[in-house]
C-alpha cells in the first residue's frame, strides 16, 4: 500500500511530461431549472397520505407539479410518473413511514439484515420517465433515526448491526431514479435517509441544482448524491453534510461521463468520490468551485480490482479544503477483492487547489507499469503534511505556503 514519505522525498516521483486533460463536463447547456406549473395543491391530513399524493401524481398531467402545500405528510412509497413532479412547497415536510412492510420486494425482508441487502424499495421511485422532478423548498424526511413500527430499532441501528455482524441491511433509500432521461431535483431539503440520499442509475440528463442534504448525525450508507451509469449530469450550488460519501460518481451498469459538479460546499462526511465501482469507467468529469469542510476524505477516487475500469479526463479546478484528514486520496488497493482486471488512472488534473489544514495525501498505484498519472498546477498546500505514495506519476507545481481559509472560494 506504500510508505509515508515527506514532501521532499514525494518530490523524487515526478516525471517530465503529462498529456492534456481534455474538456470534461456535461455537453448540455444547463441553466438554473424553473418551477413547473402546478396541476394539484394537496394538505396534509396528518393520518397516511399514501394514496392520496399517489392518485394526484398519476392524474396530473405531463409537464405539470403536484404541490404539497401545507403541513406534515406521512407518506409510504411513492412513484412520480413520467413528465410528472414532485412539488414541497416551503415549510412542508414529506415524512417517510417507518413501516418495513411498506417496502417490502416481497421477500418479507425489508427491515432485517441479510447476505444481500436488496430487500426494500425506494421511498421515492423515478423509472423510464422523462422530464420528471422533485422540487420545492419544502423538507424530504426518510426518518432512518426513528424506530421502524413494532420493534426497538431505529433503520440506523439495523445498519449498524449488520456492519457488526458481515451482512447487509435492508433499508429503503430516499430518492432512486432508474433509466430515465432529463430528470431534474431542485431546491429541496434531503434528511435522515434510511440509506442512499439520492441515487441515479443509467440516467441520461440529471440536473441537481441548489439542494440542501442535512444528515450529519446519520449513519453509514447514507451517501448524498451518487449518479451511478448516468451520463451528462450537473450537480451545482448544493450543500451536502452527511455521513458516508457526501457525492460518489461510480459506473458498476454502465459509463459514467460528461459531468459537472461546481459551486458545491461538503461537510462532515467522506467527502467527494468516484468510486469504487468503475467497471463500465468514469470520464470527462470537472469538480470546480467547491469547498470541502471537516472530512474524513476530501478529493476521493476509489476502486478494487474485482470492479475496477478506466478513470480518465477529471479535472479538479479551483477548490478548497479545511480539515481533513486525507485531502486527496487516490487509492486502486480500496478493497481486498481481486481480478485478472486492472483499474487505470489518468489524465487526472488538480488546478488551483488550497489545502488549508494537514492532512495525509494517498497516491497508491498498481505497479510502474500502472501508474497514477497525475497532473498539479498552482497547488497550495498546509506545511507539515505527509505523502503516501507508491507507482505514481505525478507532474506539475505545488507549494507547502497554504494560509488561506475555505472562505477564499466564497462558499464556507
Keep these: 500500500m506504500g510508505r ?44 397516511d397520505d399514501t394514496e392520496l399524493i399517489q392518485k394526484a401524481l398519476d392524474a396530473c398531467a405531463k409537464g405539470k407539479a403536484v404541490a404539497l402545500s401545507s403541513g406534515t405528510f406521512y407518506s409510504g412509497p411513492l412513484t412520480i410518473p413520467s413528465g410528472v413532479s414532485l412539488l414541497v412547497d416551503s415549510g412542508v415536510t414529506l415524512k417517510a413511514i417507518p413501516t418495513p412492510k411498506l417496502y417490502d420486494l416481497g421477500g418479507n425482508t425489508c427491515g432485517t439484515v441479510d447476505k444481500s441487502g436488496f430487500g426494500c424499495k425506494p421511498f421515492i421511485t423515478i423509472k423510464g420517465a422523462t422530464s420528471s422532478g422533485i422540487y420545492g423548498k419544502g423538507t424530504i424526511d426518510g426518518q432512518g433515526g426513528e424506530k421502524m413500527t413494532g420493534t426497538n430499532t431505529t433503520w440506523w441501528k439495523l445498519s449498524r448491526m449488520a ?90 451498469t454502465a459509463p459514467a461521463r460528461h459531468i459537472s459538479v461546481f459551486n458545491n460546499h461538503l461537510s462532515h462526511g467522506n467527502g467527494m468520490a468516484i468510486g469504487s465501482g468503475i467497471k463500465y469507467g468514469v470520464s470527462d468529469v470537472t469538480f470546480s468551485g467547491i469547498t470541502l469542510n471537516s472530512l474524513t476524505y476530501a478529493i476521493y477516487i476509489k476502486s478494487h480490482r474485482a470492479s475496477d475500469g478506466l478513470v480518465t479526463n477529471i479535472s479538479y479546478d479551483n477548490i478548497c479544503i479545511s480539515r481533513s484528514r486525507y485531502p486527496i486520496c487516490l487509492d486502486m488497493f480500496f478493497d481486498i477483492f481481486v481480478s485478472d482486471r486492472e483499474t487505470d488512472y489518468q489524465n487526472i488534473s488538480f488546478n488551483n487547489i488550497n489545502v488549508a489544514t494537514n492532512g495525509t495525501f494517498v497516491f497508491h498505484g498498481i505497479s510502474d507499469s500502472n501508474p497514477i498519472r497525475v497532473n498539479m498546477n498552482n497547488v497550495h498546500i498546509s506545511k507539515h503534511s505527509e505523502w503516501s505514495v507508491s507507482h505514481a506519476n505525478i507532474t506539475g507545481a505545488w507549494k507547502d505556503d497554504s494560509v488561506r481559509r475555505c472562505g477564499f472560494y466564497g462558499n464556507d
Design 4 to 47: 509515508t514519505y515527506p514532501l521532499c522525498f514525494w518530490a523524487l516521483f515526478t516525471i517530465a511530461a503529462f498529456a492534456h486533460v481534455a474538456t470534461a463536463r456535461d455537453l448540455r447547456n444547463v441553466t438554473e431549472p424553473k418551477t413547473p406549473p402546478v396541476c394539484t395543491s394537496l394538505k396534509a391530513t396528518s393520518e
Design 163 to 252: 456492519l457488526n455482524w458481515g451482512l447487509f441491511q435492508n433499508n429503503p433509500r430516499l430518492i432512486q431514479i432508474n433509466n430515465s432521461v432529463d430528470i431534474t431535483v431542485y431546491q429541496i431539503t434531503l434528511t435522515s435517509s434510511p440509506f442512499y440520499h439520492l441515487t441515479t442509475s443509467e440516467v441520461y440528463g440529471f440536473t441537481v441544482w441548489g439542494i440542501f442534504i442535512n444528515s450529519s448525525h446519520a449513519t453509514r450508507n447514507t451517501d448524498g448524491i451518487d449518479p451511478t451509469g448516468s451520463q451528462n449530469v450537473t450537480i451545482a450550488h448544493c450543500n451536502i453534510s452527511t455521513v458516508d460519501d457526501n457525492i460518489a460518481i461510480t459506473a458498476m
